[in-house]
């Protein structure tokens, strides 16, 4: 069954002024013959993207405009953004230009379908061989870790019901991982290849550092999946361990086997280790669970609206 489409489109934005007209024509075009409103999120910019977005927003009645009181990052300013749109869908796009706003229509075309998410797919992106590389470990990861296989979670250019929507916002500061935690409260996700292109103007704000610590963050706060996974593994191999040894023993007699040998010090070291990982499974459970409790600072501050 298709529904009824009306558009928000979220848009974070940080330092990215020299940008803004051309996305901003690009999105209008994009959208034409569509009901939309344009949410654009100032994530504490220090270039003239605010004074940008204020002329927007004075000569189109579409534009909607929020200013944060700091830089909190992408993930805070598309929260900020999704809790404040009307509309049935919400898009989330960035505003580098790299992923094309012409793409949207074929979002919104699959979300009509009856799924709930619809995440773009760079299958031909135009970054850095390492960012690429970087990125493929990333989302077999969190495809493990969430159990949803997606091809690119870190596109930024997604839609969403607002329905969905609505239940991110009970999760707290765990929206930082907004790409993983979408697909886990949505019931149907679907994917669209949508393009990718080279950044013009400016430079990326991801780092390989940085990103490598997000990614390293995720796995330690976001999911107690991940210490599931490892609680297993331990487990397993505690199991194979006792198992071989309580075989061998026997054997050891009956087959006048050696002692000390090769086999003997692999059960010792399947035993130990797996109990070292079991330990970890379950302390990492009990550590995220005191994590998601104790968090109570907000997740962003909102210093303006212009609408």
């Known amino acids: 069954m298709e529904r009824n489409v009306e558009l928000s489109v979220v848009v974070p934005v940080f330092n990215e002024a020299d940008n803004l007209d051309a996305l901003y024509k690009e999105l209008c075009d994009a959208l034409h013959g569509l009901q939309y409103e344009l949410l654009f999120v100032d994530d504490g910019s220090t270039d003239e993207s605010y004074a940008r977005l204020a002329e927007l927003h004075a000569r189109d009645q579409h534009v909607k405009v929020i200013r944060l009181g700091g830089n909190f990052g992408q993930h805070a300013a598309l929260s900020a953004g999704i809790e404040r749109a009307r509309g049935q869908a919400i898009v989330s796009v960035d505003a580098d230009l790299q992923c094309d706003p012409h793409d949207i229509p074929k979002l919104v075309a699959k979300i009509q379908q009856g799924y709930d998410v619809v995440?773009?797919?760079?299958?031909?992106r135009k970054d850095p061989l390492l960012r690429r590389l970087t990125s493929y470990v990333a989302n077999k990861t969190i495809g493990m870790?969430?159990?949803?296989?997606?091809h690119d979670y870190g596109c930024p250019l997604k839609i969403m019901t607002a329905e969905v929507a609505k239940k991110l916002e009970q999760h707290g500061?765990?929206?930082?991982?907004?790409?993983?935690?979408?697909?886990?409260?949505a019931g149907t996700v679907g994917e669209v290849e949508v393009s990718h292109r080279s950044r013009v103007i400016g430079k990326s704000r991801y780092?390989?550092?940085?990103?490598?610590g997000h990614y390293l963050d995720f796995l330690v706060s976001f999911p107690t999946r991940s210490f599931q996974i490892v609680g297993v593994v331990g487990s397993v191999m505690t199991l194979l361990g006792l198992v071989s040894g309580a075989l061998y023993f026997p054997l050891?007699?009956?087959?006048?086997?050696?002692?000390?040998?090769?086999?003997?010090?692999?059960?010792f070291l399947a035993v130990f280790f797996g109990l070292q990982f079991a330990?970890?499974?379950?302390?990492?459970?009990?550590?995220?669970?005191?994590?998601?409790?104790?968090?109570?600072?907000?997740?962003f501050v909102i210093k303006e609206i212009l609408e």
């Not at 302390?283 to 109570?296: A, D, P, S």
Request: proline share 3%; net charge positive.
């Open 145 to 150: 870790v969430t159990g949803v296989r997606l």
């Open 252 to 267: 050891r007699f009956l087959a006048n086997l050696p002692l000390g040998g090769r086999f003997q010090i692999l059960v």
């Open 207 to 212: 780092s390989m550092l940085r990103l490598i």
């Open 119 to 124: 995440s773009g797919w760079r299958d031909s």
């Open 173 to 185: 500061e765990m929206r930082r991982f907004l790409g993983a935690l979408v697909v886990q409260v």
């Open 279 to 299: 330990i970890l499974g379950l302390l990492g459970e009990f550590t995220t669970r005191i994590y998601r409790l104790v968090q109570h600072r907000p997740f």
